[in-house]
């Protein structure tokens, strides 16, 4: 009777020593993530997840991805950096509303946002590229000489993008209106193929693929010099800027210092820029005098956003109540 006593006794003893032991791991899991104010901290950063767009010309990019400048840099922080290959504004920020990537680098402004516009969690924290130049409208048919010639004709291109802008920039331009078109939409590959075989009276392009056709002939009516800057961005997931800011400064003190070094001696990236795009040397040499990619958000750049909501409000993209206030989205690090 005592012994069945005794062992009773021990056997609660046993079990109340176990759970106040689980009871004790379980604390000591969740102080790791609150803070001594009793407010819950951010989690550890251990991995960075973002796009990689190589098109039209992003110099800088290349450069990165090429000598692993952020996986390196990372690294010893233990954080493991990751691109993922996403080059459609708004696959990018479907993505970046999912919480796969954490950054957009190299974001269009219209995608930027159109994303923020219906609700996806977003800060502008730099400019990526600024290269009205480099955005063209494109065409084969020797009857089209002007813009004006255009009415009535088929273009294709990407809609809601900044060649879709560029399109409607230039046909108020002329007096014309979309409706005075045909437009189709297209994205860039599917362009430049309709456009090499006279598919469609006239493309939108951009980049490498514009400058193939020009090479093979095709003749540019415009491009986005003196009609819009054709700002691309570069866009964070809020709760990751919120949560990680030094790791946000630290990849934007690492982008700039790429483009500084790239400024100091453009020629010496060609090489890497042309194996990376399909380009030659000479054709990257041509290209990149057409790219400002300053990272500082100037006042032309806001203004350049703000006609960039203006277009798609007045396209029907953006519902006009739920245009944005563009200095508030864009944030400086």
């Given at each position: 009777?005592?012994?069945?006593?005794?062992?009773?006794?021990?056997?609660?003893?046993?079990?109340?020593?176990?759970?106040?032991?689980?009871?004790?791991?379980?604390?000591?899991?969740?102080?790791?993530?609150?803070?001594?104010?009793?407010?819950?901290?951010?989690?550890?950063?251990?991995?960075?997840?973002?796009?990689?767009?190589?098109?039209?010309?992003?110099?800088?990019?290349?450069?990165?991805?090429?000598?692993?400048?952020?996986?390196?840099?990372?690294?010893?922080?233990?954080?493991?950096?990751?691109?993922?290959?996403?080059?459609?504004?708004?696959?990018?920020?479907?993505?970046?509303?999912?919480?796969?990537?954490?950054?957009?680098?190299?974001?269009?402004?219209?995608?930027?946002?159109?994303?923020?516009?219906?609700?996806?969690?977003?800060?502008?924290?730099?400019?990526?590229?600024?290269?009205?130049?480099?955005?063209?409208?494109?065409?084969?048919?020797?009857?089209?000489?002007?813009?004006?010639?255009?009415?009535?004709?088929?273009?294709?291109?990407?809609?809601?993008?900044?060649?879709?802008?560029?399109?409607?920039?230039?046909?108020?331009?002329?007096g014309l209106s979309i409706d005075d078109v045909h437009f189709v939409s297209m994205d860039i590959p599917q362009t430049a193929a309709a456009l090499a075989s006279r598919k469609i009276d006239a493309g939108l392009l951009a980049g490498p693929a514009a400058l193939k056709l020009q090479e093979n002939g095709a003749r540019t009516l415009t491009t986005g010099k003196g009609l819009l800057d054709a700002t691309i961005v570069i866009a964070m997931r809020q709760d990751f800027l919120q949560n990680h800011p030094?790791?946000?400064?630290?990849?934007?003190?690492?982008?700039?210092?790429?483009?500084?070094?790239?400024?100091?001696?453009?020629?010496?990236?060609?090489?890497?820029?042309?194996?990376?795009?399909?380009?030659?040397?000479?054709?990257?040499?041509?290209?990149?005098?057409?790219?400002?990619?300053?990272?500082?958000?100037?006042?032309?750049?806001?203004?350049?956003?703000?006609?960039?909501?203006?277009?798609?409000?007045?396209?029907?993209?953006?519902?006009?109540?739920?245009?944005?206030?563009?200095?508030?989205?864009?944030?400086?690090?």
């Amino acid at each position: 009777m005592k012994l069945s006593r005794i062992s009773a006794q021990l056997i609660f003893f046993v079990l109340f020593i176990t759970t106040a032991g689980l009871l004790t791991a379980g604390c000591g899991q969740q102080a790791d993530t609150a803070a001594t104010d009793g407010t819950t901290a951010a989690p550890q950063l251990t991995a960075i997840h973002s796009t990689y767009v190589k098109s039209p010309l992003n110099i800088p990019s290349i450069l990165e991805k090429r000598h692993a400048t952020f996986e390196d840099a990372f690294q010893t922080d233990g954080i493991q950096f990751t691109y993922s290959d996403l080059n459609a504004g708004p696959k990018q920020t479907e993505a970046l509303a999912a919480g796969d990537i954490d950054i957009c680098h190299a974001l269009g402004g219209t995608s930027a946002i159109l994303a923020a516009a219906n609700g996806v969690n977003l800060k502008i924290v730099g400019i990526y590229s600024r290269a009205p130049e480099a955005f063209t409208l494109l065409t084969t048919d020797d009857s089209i000489q002007t813009i004006q010639d255009l009415k009535g004709k088929t273009i294709a291109g990407p809609r809601g993008t900044i060649l879709h802008q560029l399109l409607l920039a230039s046909l108020q331009k002329a007096g014309l209106s979309i409706d005075d078109v045909h437009f189709v939409s297209m994205d860039i590959p599917q362009t430049a193929a309709a456009l090499a075989s006279r598919k469609i009276d006239a493309g939108l392009l951009a980049g490498p693929a514009a400058l193939k056709l020009q090479e093979n002939g095709a003749r540019t009516l415009t491009t986005g010099k003196g009609l819009l800057d054709a700002t691309i961005v570069i866009a964070m997931r809020q709760d990751f800027l919120q949560n990680h800011p030094e790791a946000a400064k630290k990849f934007l003190s690492l982008h700039r210092q790429v483009v500084a070094d790239y400024l100091a001696d453009p020629a010496a990236s060609y090489p890497d820029a042309a194996a990376e795009t399909g380009l030659t040397p000479e054709q990257v040499a041509k290209m990149a005098p057409w790219y400002d990619f300053d990272p500082d958000i100037r006042p032309a750049d806001l203004q350049d956003l703000e006609a960039t909501q203006d277009f798609l409000i007045r396209t029907g993209m953006l519902d006009p109540a739920k245009k944005l206030d563009i200095p508030t989205l864009c944030t400086r690090l």
